[in-house]
């Protein structure tokens, strides 16, 4: 099945630096990227998503690249707040599967004032 | 983005007893649930896939006499956690797709269960 790796596991950045997690995937016929944020004690949030066919997503100070040769894909984010401390998760799907999501082990993201 | 509700968002129970979870699309019709289990500073881990009309698809070492799920309608799926341990404490949150297939997965805001 598959497989997500996701590095680092803790990312500490000061406000208005940036900041960057990567994650690579086994499964070549992945063709299915999000990434979550999760806030403590709640469920996970889709902040930008990528398909297999894009190479390069952005949404205002966040952008995803996507590698599909290399199989790894990155999640970019710009001039980074406070609040945008959290745990972020990259997942991977592909349609063998229907679409279940394989989650990366998640990166504590903290952002310091 | 779609809304997808899980309730309680906490719940103590006693042990022995058993307990039910429930997840809702607000505003669409779901055709595929997932239900997951967290534990603290760890990743999702998929217990079971959810179909409206048919059985649940249980992912390996998952009980499902354990952990029985029902989607009954296309904007239902409970989660009954039986005869519950404290080992069976954790973080429990419910997803949901627009359709079967549909890649994109709305998440519940979770149900953190304590069994004591």
């Known amino acids: 099945g598959e497989n997500v790796e996701q590095h680092p596991s803790t990312l500490s950045v000061q406000e208005g630096d940036s900041a960057v997690i990567k994650c690579t995937y086994s499964d070549s016929a992945s063709n299915y990227f999000p990434w979550y944020k999760q806030e403590l004690g709640k469920g996970p949030q889709l902040i930008i998503d990528?398909?297999?066919?894009?190479g390069e997503k952005k949404d205002q100070r966040i952008a995803v690249t996507l590698n599909k040769t290399a199989k790894h894909f990155s999640l970019h984010i710009t001039e980074t707040q406070p609040e945008d401390s959290a745990v972020y998760f990259c997942a991977a799907s592909t349609p063998k599967s229907n679409y279940k999501l394989t989650f990366g082990k998640g990166t504590l993201l903290t952002v310091n004032p | 983005g779609a809304v997808v509700s899980q309730h309680p968002s906490w719940v103590i129970c006693k042990s022995g007893t058993s307990v039910k979870i429930e997840c809702r699309s607000l505003d669409f019709q779901a055709t595929t649930m997932f239900w997951y289990r967290q534990f603290p500073k760890q990743s999702l881990m998929l217990m079971a896939t959810s179909n409206e009309g048919s059985k649940a698809t249980y992912e390996q070492g998952v009980e499902k006499d354990k952990f029985l799920i029902n989607h009954a309608s296309l904007t239902l799926s409970t989660l009954t956690v039986t005869s519950a341990h404290p080992e069976d404490s954790s973080f429990y949150i419910c997803s949901a797709t627009l359709s079967r297939g549909h890649t994109e997965a709305f998440f519940g805001q979770g149900t953190r269960l304590t069994v004591v």
């Open positions: 990528i398909r297999s066919n894009v």
